[in-house]
């Protein structure tokens, strides 16, 4: 009489599933904030038509406080710069949200910036970079866990439809050694 052994690989198919579960979530989170920080990009360059040269009349800096796993605590200072542009002859003078840790900007240098016609204090600057760069990492790494969920599903099936497999083989090994005995 044969016996078949299963696999000697040991899984737990529930705890598999949990982590492509959680995978496919945080993959799927990612991939919306992206995909929102593209939207409202898309957005604001569409109502931004109104090419505008702006002068940079000062850097605002502020200080984050980083605190690490040990408790150990670090201060950087991130930068952001004021523009300060005319539009039908009204000056506005306004900021960015985003700060970045590089002084890209001097104080008084020209660039040209985008607002919008009907609301000048919203503006688009296409030198910075940052949204973009926040869009690419969420975009990338929401589709970076998603794809590592769908293999771990895929290896899922196929370890199911294995052990379907070798479950019927082996079934049908007993049947037909207790139908069709052989001579010894």
Do not use: W
């Amino acid at each position: 009489m044969r016996y078949y052994k299963r696999s000697h690989v040991h899984y737990s198919k529930s705890a598999m599933k949990i982590i492509a579960l959680v995978f496919m979530l945080v993959g799927v989170t990612f991939l919306a904030v992206g995909i929102g920080f593209a939207i409202h990009q898309t957005q604001l360059k569409n109502r931004c038509t109104l090419e505008v040269d702006a002068i940079i009349s000062d850097i605002l800096s502020k200080d984050e406080r980083h605190e690490n796993d040990d408790g150990h605590v670090s201060y950087s200072t991130v930068y952001t710069p004021v523009y300060s542009y005319n539009v039908d002859g009204q000056l506005y003078t306004t900021h960015s949200n985003t700060y970045s840790s590089n002084i890209r900007y001097r104080r008084g240098q020209t660039i040209q910036i985008f607002c919008d016609p009907d609301d000048p204090e919203t503006f688009y600057a296409p030198n910075d970079t940052t949204n973009t760069i926040l869009t690419v990492v969420f975009c990338g790494l929401g589709g970076l866990f998603a794809i590592i969920a769908i293999v771990l599903i895929i290896v899922l099936i196929h370890i199911k439809k294995k052990q379907k497999s070798e479950k019927n083989f082996a079934e049908n090994e007993l049947y037909e050694e207790n139908n069709y005995p052989y001579d010894e």
